[in-house]
């Protein structure tokens, strides 16, 4: 019986081998790779418009574009350079107290879209990465991301990196392989850590033999990690995002995919890839989990450093053909904006609040944010009627609010009451804000159902109190970058203070390019 099951396996494994080979043969070319490119490319620009400093649907996602060599809108690298100087400005250029990598991904991604990373709004964010301490106090991912990061803005030859390149050679185990923790090599920092040694095998035409000996270990360390069906399972999960990574440092290292140490009963990496793609949608994390923004991300950069290195480009994370950061993106607005906008310009956030009194640090009345959004917009109405019964004629707030009302920003807070001196909630103003977006055309085409605003929310603690209503709002906001999530909490019914009422349209504004 049990010789008849191992048969039976045999032949199953045989005819999903077959199956794999006959479905992407078309794959193996450079034209049918330039095919999955593009569509994955389309999908991607569709789930992540407006990109900024985010782990996920932001830099990775400009980095795979950018490399992948597909025509993109110029509007879309500096759009993501704007929304960046923004964020870096919102938390003073600290992306993060201990985690030095963040500042390696934007560094990456700035590199990508021919930004200078020395200056991006003023910002230095080379400088952190010279700080060999600070940047390995989270383990090895730090040297990992900062040599690659170094090495694409053209810094390779600081003498920090030599610090970094020991740093990783002593963290490389008796197997040959590399751990994010613990004792047990994954294919995953392995692999990762192959890329980030890659532009240092050689130096100076002389071929560095500590280095080179520890890659030659590392791959074979990879090798053995492979499965039969072509792929790598990394902390108990068999996914798609381990096998990019081994074709980018693969195609790094100048190693071609098709070497007989990365050929499992005849399926390749990038067959295994493959299997995760779903035409029009992107990749998969784990097979039949559907689409995932993060494997998506990773699986075109694994696709473009392929199709680069068979065209004969250089490899993904060498910039020298980066394309020149095109000049500022206009601020007459995106197209569809309502015709009646006429923004004022502010150039800061305290330019919202500039006519207003109250404490920065202090609640916010629901009259002063409508009437701050309002003006924010230019936009005026003197002629429809509201019922709510709590706003006078004589309100200092009445022409806004009606303004507001004929613009389909608000629609009350109770039964024909607006509760004007009711301080305005963190939901309740994302709400607002969401209907005035949909005015300036920013996010036109985006929708959260159910599945979506989980997406977004679950990673706030509180997410569960948000209330049915405004759940799509606030995830729009977050997703598209009103609101940072550099919080572990909404307080979605917390009032919001007027600094932070003020950042929410100032941003509005820089993402529908109607800024200062």
């Given at each position: 019986m049990r010789k008849t099951i191992r048969v039976c396996l045999a032949v199953l494994l045989a005819l999903s081998v077959l199956s794999l080979q006959a479905v992407f043969a078309a794959a193996a070319g450079v034209d049918g790779l330039a095919e999955i490119i593009r569509d994955t490319s389309s999908f991607l620009i569709e789930a992540v418009p407006y990109p900024g400093i985010e782990q996920v649907a932001g830099d990775w996602a400009v980095f795979a574009l950018l490399r992948a060599g597909v025509p993109i809108d110029d509007t879309y690298a500096r759009g993501y350079f704007d929304k960046a100087v923004g964020q870096l400005e919102a938390v003073r250029g600290v992306l993060s107290p201990v985690r030095y990598s963040e500042y390696s991904r934007v560094v990456i991604a700035m590199a990508s879209i021919g930004a200078d990373p020395r200056d991006v709004g003023g910002f230095d964010l080379i400088e952190p990465l010279l700080d060999y301490d600070m940047t390995v106090f989270q383990?090895?991912?730090?040297?990992?991301?900062?040599?690659?990061?170094?090495?694409?803005?053209?810094?390779?030859?600081?003498?920090?990196?030599?610090?970094?390149?020991?740093?990783?050679?002593?963290?490389?185990?008796?197997?040959?392989?590399?751990?994010?923790?613990?004792?047990?090599?994954?294919?995953?920092?392995?692999?990762?850590?192959l890329t980030a040694l890659s532009a240092y095998v050689w130096r100076d035409g002389e071929q560095q033999v500590d280095v080179a000996d520890a890659v030659s270990r590392a791959l074979e360390r990879l090798s053995r990690q492979q499965r039969a069906t072509g792929g790598f399972t990394s902390f108990s999960s068999t996914n798609s995002e381990s096998v990019s990574q081994a074709i980018i440092a693969l195609t790094c290292l100048g190693v071609s995919i098709d070497d007989e140490r990365f050929v499992k009963n005849g399926v390749s990496l990038l067959d295994n890839l493959l299997s995760y793609y779903i035409k029009g949608r992107g990749f998969e994390h784990e097979l039949g989990g559907g689409t995932s923004l993060m494997a998506t991300e990773q699986a075109l950069a694994a696709l473009a450093a392929l199709w680069r290195q068979r065209m004969g480009r250089c490899d993904i994370y060498d910039m020298s053909d980066a394309p020149a950061l095109s000049g500022e993106v206009s601020k007459d607005g995106l197209p569809g904006k309502h015709p009646d906008i006429i923004a004022p310009g502010y150039s800061s956030p305290g330019d919202v609040f500039g006519g207003f009194s109250g404490l920065p640090d202090g609640p916010v009345s629901r009259s002063q944010f409508v009437a701050a959004l309002v003006s924010s917009l230019g936009l005026s109405d003197d002629q429809v009627v509201f019922s709510f019964l709590d706003v006078e004629t004589d309100d200092p707030f009445f022409d806004d609010i009606r303004t507001a009302y004929a613009y389909g920003l608000i629609i009350g807070r109770f039964d024909k009451a607006f509760d004007p001196a009711g301080f305005v909630t963190r939901q309740e103003a994302a709400?607002?804000?969401?209907?005035?977006?949909?005015?300036?055309?920013?996010?036109?085409?985006?929708?959260?159902?159910?599945?979506?605003?989980?997406?977004?929310?679950?990673?706030?603690?509180?997410?569960?109190?948000?209330?049915?209503?405004?759940?799509?709002?606030?995830?729009?906001?977050?997703?598209?970058?009103?609101?940072?999530?550099?919080?572990?909490?909404?307080?979605?019914?917390?009032?919001?203070?007027?600094?932070?009422?003020?950042?929410?349209?100032?941003?509005?504004?820089?993402?529908?390019?109607?800024?200062?």
């Open positions: 383990g090895i991912n730090g040297p990992i991301f900062a040599l690659l990061a170094l090495s694409a803005a053209g810094y390779s030859h600081e003498p920090v990196t030599e610090r970094y390149i020991g740093y990783i050679l002593s963290r490389q185990f008796e197997d040959g392989g590399f751990a994010l923790s613990g004792s047990v090599s994954d294919p995953d920092t392995t692999s990762m850590a709400v607002m804000v969401s209907r005035a977006s949909a005015l300036c055309g920013l996010g036109a085409g985006l929708s959260f159902d159910d599945t979506a605003i989980r997406n977004v929310l679950s990673q706030f603690t509180d997410y569960r109190t948000v209330a049915p209503w405004a759940g799509g709002a606030l995830a729009f906001c977050y997703y598209i970058g009103i609101l940072d999530d550099f919080e572990l909490e909404i307080k979605p019914s917390g009032s919001l203070l007027m600094r932070e009422a003020a950042d929410m349209i100032y941003n509005m504004l820089e993402l529908s390019r109607l800024g200062g």
